[in-house]
C-alpha cells in the first residue's frame, strides 16, 4: 500500500503562486496513478490533475488548465502540483491520491490518501 504526506499549503494574494509537495512511500508500481484532489466546504471534491507512474502523462481538470502543473520525481518519491495565478475559487484543502485508477480524475477510483493541505487565496 501506497502512504502519503502532503506539505507546502499556506495562504497566498490573488495572482500568485504555491507549489504543493506529497511525499509517496510504498511500493510504486507500474500502473500506478497519482492525482491531486480539493475540496471546499460544502462542495465535493475535486479532480485538479494526475499523473502515471511510468508514463509521466499529465491530466487535467478544466479549473487547473493552464495553470496548474503536476509533477513526479521517482527518484525522489515527490508528487508536486505547482499553482500559479491562484484565484480565490482556488481555496480548498488539496490532498494527493494513489490508486489503479482508470478514470484518473474520478476519486472513487483512488485507494490511498493523505490528510490534505489547506490552500487559502486572498482577493
Known amino acids: 500500500e501506497v502512504q502519503l504526506v502532503e506539505s507546502g499549503g499556506g495562504s497566498v494574494q490573488a495572482g500568485g503562486s504555491l507549489r504543493l509537495s506529497c511525499t509517496v512511500s510504498?511500493?510504486?508500481?507500474?500502473?500506478?496513478?497519482m492525482a491531486w484532489f480539493r475540496q471546499s466546504p460544502g462542495k465535493e471534491r475535486e479532480g485538479i490533475a494526475a499523473?502515471?507512474?511510468?508514463?509521466?502523462?499529465?491530466y487535467y481538470g478544466d479549473s487547473a488548465k493552464g495553470r496548474f502543473t503536476i509533477a513526479f520525481d521517482n527518484s525522489k518519491k515527490m508528487l508536486y502540483l505547482q499553482m500559479n495565478n491562484l484565484k480565490p475559487e482556488d481555496s480548498a484543502m488539496y490532498f494527493c491520491?494513489?490508486?489503479?485508477?482508470?478514470?484518473?480524475?474520478?476519486?472513487?477510483?483512488?485507494?490511498?490518501w493523505g490528510q490534505g493541505t489547506q490552500v487559502t487565496v486572498s482577493s
Open positions: 491520491a494513489a490508486g489503479r485508477a482508470e478514470r484518473i480524475l474520478d476519486q472513487n477510483q483512488y485507494t490511498s
Open positions: 510504498g511500493y510504486i508500481y507500474g500502473d500506478l496513478a
Open positions: 499523473i502515471r507512474a511510468v508514463s509521466l502523462s499529465p
